[in-house]
């Protein structure tokens, strides 16, 4: 049966390059299929998980930079950087839904058509702009350009037409995409770290 998560998906993050980029979305557009909504269900994913993921991993690197012979990763060097821009992105989605206002107003998401994704193990339910947002942010490495969008969605939209509701969602979905990235690339930067303290206390024996 159907999954009533909310949808908590992973996008495949390979970046391609611009013919493989609309071939894609091309190809997206034939396997997706519009399916009946469930009750009150929101199929976003879960905004508090993924900023409570970002804090946590910014708070350890933070800490972690206290002590001199810390070599931080490429990628936790930026979150810090940039953490007072993410934060405002986390606050805005945190107090649109505090409020139910935006695009966790019941108006919105009610009328956004729901299809059916397959991770090879469960079916779930996804908004189909939130998952086209996704696969942009996931092909572009976390960097669209506008006429990537543009040209992602025309060649989505020669198959399978979004709706107006749908096109104007899109800014909103491509932002809240990019903060669910950045929360999958906080927890593998966690993972990282945590097996290297593993192999040091291993080493460390011997």
Not at 45 to 67: G, L, N
Request: a negative charge.
């Amino acid at each position: 049966g159907l999954s009533k998560r909310r949808c908590d998906v992973i996008f495949e993050d390979t970046l391609l390059g611009r013919d493989e980029f609309i071939k894609h979305a091309a190809k997206l557009a034939v396997s997706h299929h519009v399916v009946k909504r469930e009750g009150n269900v929101t199929y976003l994913p879960d905004v508090e998980a993924c900023a409570a993921q970002i804090r946590d991993t910014y708070q350890r690197i933070t800490s972690e930079y206290r002590d001199d012979g810390y070599a931080a990763m490429p990628a936790e060097e930026w979150i810090v950087d940039n953490y007072h821009k993410i934060q405002e992105q986390i606050d805005f989605f945190l107090h649109a839904k505090a409020k139910r206002s935006g695009l966790f107003s019941r108006g919105p998401l009610k009328g956004l058509p729901v299809i059916e994704l397959y991770d090879g193990k469960v079916k779930r339910c996804a908004l189909r702009i939130y998952t086209v947002a996704s696969e942009i942010i996931a092909h572009t490495d976390g960097h669209p350009d506008e006429s990537a969008v543009t040209e992602f969605v025309d060649y989505y939209q020669k198959t399978a037409p979004l709706t107006t509701a749908e096109l104007c969602e899109l800014p909103t979905m491509l932002r809240l995409s990019l903060l669910m990235r950045l929360s999958s690339v906080c927890a593998i930067t966690d993972r990282i770290q945590s097996e290297r303290e593993t192999a040091e206390h291993v080493f460390e024996r011997y």
